[in-house]
């Protein structure tokens, strides 16, 4: 005999059945991590043998396609010597000779702080400093200890130039832009600059010892249009860039 006792002891597990039996199942699923990037090269070890300590590229950090590394060289009619920047590509390549090229990985200007055009490279320096203008200085005073009129900001750790510069003119003038090293390991790859193209600093140490003086430099055109032109770099360049 069904009594109105065992009636309510049994509705709420009815009640579970029905809400159990018509709800989605619950999706717990998330993505697997990445797998791990292969070991670094030992080129991307420690330096020790300069002024100042080069610390190892962490592990895990740069994918292979941004190693050093010799490849076909992608323009032919170049001349060896030639250092051509793909901002779209965030390469740098150096073009050797019998059909060859040497690739880095770079990275370039954010929106706004790029350009592109032909420049030489008028000097190099080892381990410079760095000398901030007085506009940068009006939009960031706590820079003023290393203006240009002080001296700069010594060689060494935490200098943006890191352990080697080179220096891009055209037609007689600074473009402002370098090509330098201290670019964070993180960072190779993508759009960060104030418009200078970035290398990992074992990398722009061995390209300094390569790149011949007043070497061609040619920076290709980027898909945006937000870029500027090599001729403009002196006169439109925002002030941030002219720090570098």
């Known amino acids: ?84 920047v793909d901002p779209a590509a965030a390469t740098l390549h150096l073009v050797l000779a019998d059909g060859r090229a040497l ?3 770079v990275s370039v200007g954010r929106a706004g702080f790029g350009w592109s055009g032909e420049a030489r490279v008028r000097y190099g320096l080892h381990w410079p400093h760095w000398k901030v203008p007085d506009e940068t200085i009006a939009r960031q005073p706590e820079l003023a200890p290393f203006s240009w009129r002080r001296g700069g900001m010594p060689p060494g750790p935490g200098n943006p130039l890191g352990a080697r510069a080179l220096y891009l003119w055209s037609g007689g003038r600074d473009t402002l832009y370098r090509i330098h090293g201290a670019c964070e390991p993180n960072y190779l790859g993508k759009q960060v600059s104030a418009g200078c193209i970035r290398m990992l600093d074992q990398d722009v140490i061995d390209l300094y010892d390569r790149v011949p003086h007043g070497a061609r430099v040619l920076v290709l055109t980027p898909p945006d ?8 770099t002196v006169t439109a360049l925002e002030p941030a860039a002219a720090s570098l």
């Not at 249009?225 to 403009?232: C, K, M, N, S, Y």
Request: hydrophobic fraction near 45%; charged fraction near 15%; proline fraction near 21%.
């Open 103 to 105: 690739r880095y990985g």
């Open 1 to 84: 005999m069904i009594t109105r006792r065992l009636l309510l002891a049994a509705a709420p597990a009815a009640l579970a059945a029905c809400t159990m039996r018509g709800a989605p199942p619950v999706n717990d699923y998330s993505p697997p991590p990445p797998p791990p990037l292969p070991p670094l090269p030992a080129r991307y070890g420690a330096i020790t043998d300069e002024p100042f300590p080069v610390a190892a590229v962490p592990e895990n950090l740069v994918p292979p396609e941004l190693w050093r590394q010799e490849v076909a060289n992608p323009w032919p009619d170049e001349a060896p010597g030639t250092v051509i």
């Open 225 to 232: 249009a937000g870029w500027l032109d090599a001729d403009a």
